[in-house]
């Protein structure tokens, strides 16, 4: 069976490389916006994670002319009030460059918050754009599936791991007794966030036929 050609619309190679393992098993052959030379930033304006992923995918499979995935994720912390929320990469913006600094911007913020009130949850919300009428972009874009993944957790107090990226070395798992970052890949795209939502996204795809095909 002919590859059906996705594109993954990040330019996080962390993100790129747990998309490879949650869709290994599939019949997709990833895209990364640099394998397309795609280097055009598209504004994330919108107030939710929904939004945002729908701004990314219609605007990128719009350009490629090709069905495309874009997720939009963040860190919902209670204590928080759901912060950094929608804002979790640019958390802290005016000061924070790096995700040791958004890291350390969170824990200070929850400074002398009791463990048992450091309840906190990954969300994600996929987008999957086919690029409609590609042809001079006469027709726009069509959604082919919108889903939402999360896991719970619990905001430790120092990080720990050194595996993924963003928040996952304070994001603690009391079923494991580990960070995000503490865990494999392999374990990681078992139960994350993106790992809950990709599941319902290829469950969505199966009934649609996106197009083009790899190889044909």
């Known amino acids: 069976m002919s590859n059906q050609i996705l594109l993954i619309a990040t330019s996080n190679p962390g993100k790129m490389r747990e998309y490879s393992g949650l869709f290994r098993d599939s019949h997709f052959q990833l895209l990364s916006l640099e394998d397309l030379g795609i280097f055009h930033e598209v504004d994330e304006t919108g107030l939710t994670f929904r939004e945002n992923a729908w701004l990314k995918a219609s605007e990128y499979a719009a350009l490629a002319g090709i069905p495309t995935l874009a997720d939009d994720s963040g860190l919902e912390v209670d204590a928080l009030g759901g912060e950094p929320g929608v ?3 640019r958390y802290g913006s005016e000061t924070c460059h790096t995700d040791q600094d958004r890291v350390a911007l969170l824990l200070r913020n ?6 048992e009130k450091r309840t906190a949850r990954f969300r994600c919300v996929i987008n999957i754009v086919g690029p409609g009428g590609s042809e001079g972009g006469e027709l726009p874009p069509v959604l082919l599936a919108s889903v939402v993944g999360s896991v ?3 905001i430790q107090y120092s990080p720990e791991g050194d595996d993924g990226f963003g928040y996952d070395p304070v994001f603690y798992l009391p079923s494991f007794g580990k960070t995000i970052a503490q865990l494999s890949l392999d374990n990681k795209n078992q139960i994350s966030h993106r790992a809950d939502a990709a599941a319902k996204a290829l ?10 095909k790899a190889d044909s």
Do not use: I
């Open 110 to 115: 929850l400074e002398g918050v009791p463990w």
């Open 203 to 212: 469950r969505k795809l199966s009934a649609v036929s996106p197009v083009p």
């Open 87 to 89: 804002k979790s990469a």
């Open 152 to 154: 719970a957790g619990m």
